[in-house]
């Protein structure tokens, strides 16, 4: 009887107060709308920002005389010496101009069958700022400044350091903007739900005090407006979600197929993600209820 | 005094802004009483009422309701000893998104009772109120005197020992005041000590029952107006109410 009783009152509730309950859902349905749209585009920020990061790469290039057995030899320090290496490619002195005459044919012809290339080791590293440990550790910093390197039959130990400086700087940059954007936006969407519940709690505030006053317990008058709470982010939650599949199904699907990038695998299943939504905005604004009562409460 | 429904020993009640409220206060009212609060705006008449209904505290002294201190009751026991009291207002308090007999009900909800008890209760309350005919009326079409009357009905379904009134009569017109008096006489026929706070001089007069007067916060008469019928009914009490004497 209680909880129909409740049941109820909040429904009466939001029926009585149709403006500001509607005004409660909106807001609700934009800011899950909002999240629902910028969840996975920080997703896919964070997931491109992190393939491009694995393009950080390391090349170790061989002296130009090298022989089959020193080659071996640096393979096995690479392989079983050298911390973080995540994966090791040899590129032989053969494939390495095959490559490069592919892309300057003009430049090779003239070449004629010189083959100016050295063979080498291509290496990617487990995470792309250890780097800078790999390079150290085949090629360490001699007292003087200059570079050493381990092995004679090494020429020199490349990670391209510019090239690599940026991808690490830019990407740490974007990935760094995107958390904050969506923390933000996340504090943002919390603020407005919670201020737009206490706005309609404001209006009904004579309304508590009267209930107070016939002796109403507190959470007597608490749990319809949880329950109204539950109902208007139960409400605007679906129908944002409503919204973003018909977006989906409308707008991405049909580029996914066409763009790689939207199919990003690292951004969230979408059942996943609408569950996370639901669970949010039914949480926020039954919560924002409960506790914006609180002021009113005490009579 | 043992026995008392309401008993005010030496009660003091000193705002937070350092105005004085009540000034060292004591009365006692007995069961069956029907009691005045008399005195002029800012006399203390409406400290002593929310004390009575623990919306404030008093800063010395003890008031004591049915034999329960006051001061003894946590925050938490607030709305059960709420149950024991009715209480009427001068703005009515009504809810207002609700009809006449869903405020009546809402007294009873709140104290958990069933729906078949509010099916039997409420109509009865509402008919000696005289409210039949406007069941399903929200406050806002009501008049004056039937929303009052409403209040007093939902001050009264739950038959509680003692009803307070504060300035039940401040914003209704003489004849409409004079139902809403009659009302609470008849309710205080049933046994119920009733304590009406006012300043309207004239109706006191009238009513002849025991007036505590209330001037700076400090009790400047107390008197047992013998001088009426106890046994009035309430038809000659209305009659006499209308005489001009």
Redesign the interface.
């Known amino acids: 009887?209680?909880i129909g009783?409740f049941l109820r009152e909040a429904l009466?509730?939001l029926r009585?107060?149709a403006v500001p309950s509607f005004a409660a859902m909106a807001t609700v349905l934009v800011t899950v709308m909002l999240l629902g749209v910028f969840i996975p585009v920080v997703q896919a920020t964070t997931g491109a920002a992190n393939e491009v990061r694995g393009r950080v790469i390391a090349d170790v290039f061989m002296v130009n005389d090298a022989t089959a057995r020193d080659i071996e030899r640096v393979r096995n320090i690479l392989e079983n010496d050298t911390p973080h290496v995540a994966n090791l490619e040899y590129v032989s002195k053969e494939q390495a101009y095959a490559a490069e005459k592919k892309k300057h044919p003009e430049a090779y012809q003239a070449l004629g069958t010189v083959n100016p290339l050295p063979a080498m080791f291509r290496i990617t590293p487990d995470d792309p700022d250890n780097i800078t440990k790999i390079v150290n550790s085949l090629s360490p910093v001699g007292p003087g400044g200059d570079r050493t390197v381990v092995d004679s039959a090494i020429d020199e130990v490349s990670n391209k350091r510019e090239d690599t400086d940026k991808i690490l700087s830019v990407t740490r940059v974007v990935k760094l903007t995107t958390a904050l954007l969506a923390a933000l936006l996340v504090i943002a969407s919390v603020l407005l739900v919670a201020n737009t519940i206490r706005l309609s709690l404001y209006a009904r505030r004579?309304?508590v005090?009267?209930?107070?006053?016939?002796?109403?317990?507190?959470w007597?008058i608490r749990w319809p407006f949880v329950i109204e709470g539950v109902l208007v982010g139960a409400i605007g939650g679906l129908l944002a979600v409503l919204l973003l599949a018909v977006l989906k199904i409308a707008l991405v699907d049909p580029l996914a197929d066409q763009f790689e990038l939207i199919a990003a695998p690292e951004t969230m299943n979408f059942p996943l993600l609408i569950a996370l939504l639901l669970f949010a905005s039914v949480a926020v604004s039954a919560a924002g209820s409960g506790i914006s009562l609180r002021r009113f409460l005490r009579? | 005094m043992p026995g008392a429904v309401i008993e005010f020993a030496n009660v003091s009640k000193v705002y937070d802004s350092g105005d004085t409220g009540l000034d060292d206060v004591s009365f006692a009212v007995q069961p069956g009483e029907f009691v005045f609060l008399v005195g002029a705006s800012g006399s203390g008449k409406s400290t002593a009422m929310r004390l009575l209904?623990k919306?404030i505290d008093a800063t010395a002294g003890t008031i004591s309701v049915a034999g329960r201190e006051l001061n003894a009751i946590p925050r938490r026991r607030v709305?059960?000893?709420?149950?024991n009291?009715g209480?009427v207002f001068q703005d009515y308090?009504?809810?207002?998104?609700r009809t006449v007999y869903e405020n009546v009900a809402?007294?009873l909800?709140?104290?958990?009772g069933?729906?078949r008890d509010i099916r039997d209760k409420v109509p009865d309350i509402l008919r000696l109120t005289g409210l039949s005919l406007k069941l399903h009326n929200l406050p806002d079409q009501l008049s004056g005197g039937e929303q009052q009357r409403v209040s007093v009905a939902?001050a009264f379904v739950n038959h509680p020992p003692l009803l307070l009134a504060d300035e039940p009569t401040g914003n209704l017109d003489p004849e409409t005041s004079i139902g809403i008096m009659q009302l609470l006489y008849r309710i205080n026929k049933t046994g119920t000590t009733v304590v009406v706070a006012t300043h309207d001089v004239e109706m006191v007069n009238k009513m002849r029952r025991r007036v505590i007067e209330l001037s700076n916060g400090r009790v400047v008469r107390d008197e047992q107006a013998g001088a009426y019928a106890a046994r009035e009914s309430t038809r000659e009490f209305a009659v006499r109410m209308r005489s001009d004497t």
């Open positions: 009887m209680r009783f009466r509730a009585r107060n004579r309304e005090e009267v209930m107070k006053l016939v002796g109403a317990t507190d007597f009579v | 209904l919306e709305p059960y000893y709420r149950r009291l209480v308090k009504l809810l207002p998104n809402y007294a909800q709140v104290t958990g069933s729906r939902r």
